[in-house]
């Protein structure tokens, strides 16, 4: 059976966030039912609902928003079932138009930081790794010449989901968020170009299947926790020594830090009979400076 990694990406628009974040969370196909299964009990046990059931899902901006921070610490600790009721009550207020209540505020702040820590946990349950590339937040588009060859971040990327599946001999495949069509056609030949068109890339096809899937992220919980997953690097995870040095959120790095480090790929890469440490989140400063000088 083959691996699946479940992309997902975080400040692309170039707003709020620190950095353009791309990776996700690499599952072997075994794993996955029980995985969704896990996350559909999960939602519940820290909800009382589904958010699909409100119009909502699982998204790293909602869930870790300052202000769940902030509610979720304003009262004692819930109980699963007070909270899940007054949670409940704070999801259906939404659509209403409705104030909830104090003791709503605080459940639903404390639903979505038990929700995030139930996700990490089971996705150590279950095996997972995580892997992704941060690039700078304004970085330009690419000069015409390059526009439509795959960027050296998404590069390395593919390269580190091989390195993943060459310890583990197995092929894997690539599933991702889906955006507009146009946008996503034109990932999918920058993707088949690289694994046609390149000596590495015909290499690396080997084991990553070329062709990606794409899918709803609201209908796909991996892709939910891949968006958890990428937006607790983008404001908990820093390599200073590489040039990763922006402020982060203390409470995020504080409480989701240690996860991050934990479910990290960290292995070895194999080319042209040299041996050397792959690390699996790593920072790109320059998107194009290499390939001008090849």
């Given at each position: 059976m083959s691996y699946i990694l479940f992309l997902d990406e975080s400040g692309h628009d170039h707003k709020t966030m620190p950095y353009e974040v791309r990776g996700g969370v690499i599952l072997h196909a075994s794993k996955l039912w029980p995985f969704v299964q896990g996350m559909r009990r999960l939602e519940m046990t820290s909800f009382g609902a589904t958010l699909a059931s409100v119009g909502s899902e699982l998204k790293g901006h909602r869930l870790l928003d300052k202000n769940r921070f902030k509610w979720a610490r304003q009262g004692p600790t819930m109980d699963d079932a007070a909270?899940?009721?007054?949670?409940?009550?704070?999801?259906q207020k939404g659509p209403q138009k409705?104030?909830?209540?104090r003791d709503e505020f605080?459940?639903?702040?404390?639903a979505c930081l038990a929700m995030v820590h139930g996700t990490f946990q089971l996705l150590r349950d279950q095996d997972a790794s995580i892997i992704a590339i941060a690039i700078p937040r304004n970085s330009p588009k690419p000069p015409a010449d390059l526009s439509e060859i795959l960027r050296?971040?998404?590069?390395?990327?593919?390269?580190?989901?091989?390195?993943?599946?060459?310890?583990?001999?197995e092929t894997g495949l690539i599933v991702l968020d889906q955006t507009e069509k146009s946008d996503d056609r034109r990932l999918v030949r920058r993707i088949e170009r690289y694994f046609e068109e390149t000596v590495t890339g015909r290499h690396r096809a080997a084991y990553v299947v070329p062709s990606p899937f794409f899918v709803s992220s609201d209908?796909?919980?991996?892709v939910q926790a891949a968006d958890i997953c990428i937006y607790c690097i983008n404001w908990g995870y820093r390599m200073p020594h590489r040039g990763m040095d922006a402020p982060t959120r203390?409470?995020?790095?504080?409480e989701f830090g240690d996860w991050i480090d934990d479910l990290e790929f960290c292995g070895t890469g194999r080319w042209h009979g040299k041996t050397f440490n792959v690390d699996g989140i790593t920072y790109v400063s320059d998107l194009y400076?290499?390939?001008r000088k090849t």
């Open positions: 909270r899940q009721k007054h949670a409940r009550a704070f999801l409705h104030q909830p209540t605080t459940a639903y702040g404390q050296k971040d998404q590069v390395f990327l593919l390269e580190r989901y091989f390195y993943f599946l060459q310890a583990q001999k209908m796909a919980y991996p203390e409470e995020i790095a504080t400076e290499s390939r």
